[in-house]
């Protein structure tokens, strides 16, 4: 039993009716996350009353969620019956709980049985065990025994949601439900009182060997269903497990209590051009929450009505989302259409496939660099969109301003376009707040707050460029947005929808960054890490529509030739080990004695930002090739001392691992930034990264490009030195022992008798 426990003023509780809600679904239609969404935002107190945990978490009987049921409406409480109750024998005894203090209400969630049938086939750690191949059967054999809900057995009102607009409305009026309000009487909703279970329902059992799919005849956006498609669309099907779920291409009826205000005349709200966007800057970057949610709804506000029949929805993963909370209150006293602009509980790459919601544009908090990793929505968009999305991402753009968005296309072959029906993703950028993370504002929000309101402004506005260019919206709303005769390929304010390093109308701000970063990714022979030159080079064209030697993508041709030996070794004749996993190669720059690089031969691996714990195993194996190494040095120059270690921000394409010796004795060299490369929090010992990898899943990088420009000091006895010719005179005759985070965790390898030297 699932018990809303938000404080409430005294006396609250008892005041009105309590509410007893009969849930009625199949599994897999999102009973559950109904209740769960309801509780976490209405003011009135609810418990959930479920047969899959009432007995201390396990399985319960009837008996015992009638017994506690009936607990909770004696103590003020209004409750959810989460259960099938699909047929009228089942709901009988709960119906009568109903008294002349508790009204009793169903809502039926009647949406397609395939869909129903999908989420249930897919799911994992259901509370009631029904999941894998086990769940389309008994769905099957539940829904052919259906029985819809009549007020003659006891309801005083009774609620179908057949389709997404359904659905939300019926959220919307739960949720806003206070302790002392009442609904009107009545049934809402039925459109086909005498519909059957489809016949065809076994034919899709045949064809629902990939559940990801089962849905996807809800490509095309149409207003009605599909007659190729009725009979696989059930009635009885409830909706998907993220509560906002709608059926793909249901036609929209208006209800009791919906305020729908969808311009362009037939036109239904799953048809409409939709972006999902989460709320930038406030997780990672540590934005007040207060401040951020008066920017959303204010940028809400300004353009939600300029965007003709399009929505905006803020996505968030938990219901217990307090920008959600704060957004959604604030829209609702601003009197935003709630059909427009509403909240969303889910994971914005399955907002589809997971939750019934389509959303042709998702944007992503991205980072400056528009690279993969880093956690949190930006590592499980590129993750989810493959690597399709970085490709285009760098067709676009290399960097990214705060304030400014980038607008993306997503390649048909992302699966986020196949399964999702995401076709742009939009690349935002807000302000920094977190002092560990580079380009702090430290807690100026004056500032702050001008760059989140232009972040959500650029988004807004790459979201209208959109719209435009696919003609999706209604007669009479293009005039409410700003024309452009430049069409397809235009730039707007802060957002650029075709390639923008040619923009002559950036700013002299973003110029001065493009060409910083050019000269510090193109660096060739002189730049930090890896040094290849030219005639170890290969066009890569397969990454690069156009490599003249320049830097015009994120990476260069100079900066692609480690990934094109780790593909192809066999075609070098400078490397000195490939297996399977590996290929092992000097450093043709050395910055050493002995400078070698181990690069693995899987796709996808840039650097290590790319790397999650299922690359566990890869990065030990590097580890143990390089160690080995290493050893074989050691044997020829005892007095040799090494560290296995990976820069924070690589400048060469695939991930490697440095196995360096300490001595650092080479004319290679040479800048400042050469030493902090290796000597600062910008190079991560090997062993440290596989640690931490294994504990939280990912490396912590520390890529601030102030490490490199830091004053330069032993990596012995910490002694500050003016430039490199006098440090490396210094090194030469330096005997103190390495720091203690040097000699701990195994970080340096050294040959026995030298021991001596690391107390």
Request: with cysteine; charged share 25%; aromatic share 6%.
């Amino acid at each position: 039993m699932d018990i809303d426990d938000a404080p409430k003023p005294k006396g609250e509780e008892t005041k009105g009716k309590q509410i007893v809600v009969i849930l009625v679904g199949a599994p897999g239609s999102g009973k559950s996350t109904f209740c769960e969404q309801v509780m976490g935002s209405s003011t009135r107190p609810w418990v959930r009353i479920c047969q899959d945990t009432i007995g201390n978490g396990k399985a319960g009987t009837k008996a015992q969620c009638l017994k506690s049921a009936a607990s909770a409406l004696k103590d003020g409480k209004s409750v959810f019956i989460d259960r099938c109750n699909l047929d009228r024998e089942q709901r009988a005894e709960f119906v009568k709980l109903g008294d002349p203090n508790a009204d009793v209400h169903a809502i039926v969630l009647d949406l397609p049985a395939k869909l129903c049938i999908s989420r249930s086939v897919k799911r994992s750690g259901h509370e009631g065990k029904l999941q894998g191949g086990k769940a389309a059967a008994v769905v099957n054999r539940m829904l052919q025994k259906k029985e819809l809900p009549k007020l003659s057995e006891g309801f005083t009102r009774i609620t179908f949601c057949q389709n997404e607009s359904d659905v939300q409305a019926a959220l919307n009026t739960y949720s806003a439900l206070g302790p002392s309000d009442t609904l009107p009487n009545g049934s809402f909703g039925q459109k086909n009182p005498d519909a059957k279970i489809q016949p065809g329902i076994m034919r899709f059992f045949k064809k629902a060997e990939v559940p990801a799919n089962a849905v996807s005849d809800a490509n095309s956006i149409q207003s009605s269903v599909s007659p190729q498609i009725i009979e696989e669309k059930d009635p009885g099907y409830k909706g998907p497990d993220n509560i906002s779920s709608f059926s793909g291409n249901a036609s929209m009826e208006l209800k009791e209590g919906e305020n729908l205000a969808v311009s362009g005349g037939d036109v239904s709200l799953n048809d409409a051009p939709t972006l999902a966007f989460p709320s930038i800057s406030t997780s990672d970057f540590q934005f007040n929450l207060e401040r951020a949610s008066d920017i959303i709804v204010e940028k809400v506000e300004e353009y939600v009505n300029k965007l003709g029949n399009a929505r905006l929805v803020l996505v968030d993963l938990s219901h217990r989302s307090k920008i959600l909370s704060l957004v959604k209150t604030k829209a609702a006293q601003k009197n935003i259409d709630s059909n427009k602009f509403f909240t969303f509980v889910g994971d914005i790459t399955q907002l589809y496939s997971e939750g019934g919601l389509r959303c042709n544009v998702i944007a992503n908090a991205a980072n400056w660099r528009l690279k993969p990793g880093g956690g949190g929505v930006n590592a499980a968009i590129f993750n989810a969109a493959g690597p399709a999305l970085e490709v285009a991402t760098k067709e676009q753009a290399i960097s990214l301003h705060p304030g400014k968005a980038v607008v993306v296309p997503l390649p048909s072959t992302s699966p986020l376009f196949s399964r999702q029906k995401v076709t742009h993703v939009i690349h935002v950028l807000g302000p920094n707040m977190n002092q560990q993370r580079p380009n702090c504002l430290n807690n100026d929000y004056i500032k702050g707050c001008q760059i989140l309101g232009d972040a959500y402004t650029s988004l807004f506005e790459g979201f209208a460029s959109i719209i435009r260019t696919q003609g999706k919206l209604a007669q009479g709303s293009n005039e409410n947005l700003e024309s452009n005769p430049s069409g397809p390929q235009e730039d707007i304010e802060g957002v650029s929808t075709k390639h923008s390093l040619n923009n002559d109308q950036k700013s002299k701000r973003d110029s001065e960054h493009d060409n910083d970063r050019s000269k510090r990714c193109k660096g060739l022979q002189d730049e930090v890490g890896t040094d290849i030159p030219d005639s170890r080079t290969r066009k890569v064209d397969k990454y690069n529509d156009k490599i003249d030697g320049s830097m015009t993508k994120a990476w260069g041709s100079w900066a692609q030739a480690l990934y094109d030996i780790a593909m192809h070794p066999e075609s070098h004749k400078d490397v000195l080990e490939i297996s399977d996993d590996v290929v092992v190669l000097n450093d043709l720059y050395p910055k050493a004695k002995r400078h070698l690089l181990v690069v693995p031969r899987s796709e996808g691996l840039d650097c290590l930002a790319d790397v999650r714990k299922e690359h566990l195993q890869l990065l030990r194996t590097m580890h143990d090739v390089g160690l080995k190494w290493a050893e074989k040095f050691l044997q020829e120059d005892a007095s040799l001392i090494f560290r296995l270690g990976y820069h924070s921000a690589p400048s060469m394409r695939q991930l490697h691992i440095h196995v360096i010796s300490q001595d650092f004795d080479s004319k290679h060299l040479k800048k400042k930034k050469h030493w902090n490369s290796f000597n600062t929090a910008f190079f991560l010992n090997s062993v440290d990264v596989i640690e931490e990898v294994s504990n939280h899943g990912r490396a912590t990088l520390r890529d601030d490009e102030s490490l490199l420009s830091m004053e330069l000091r032993c990596h012995r006895c910490r002694s500050a030195h003016p430039n490199i010719p006098r440090l490396k005179s210094h090194i030469s005759n330096c005997r103190a022992p390495f720091p203690p985070s040097l000699l701990q965790n195994f970080c340096l390898v050294l040959a026995p008798c030298n021991a001596v030297i690391d107390p």
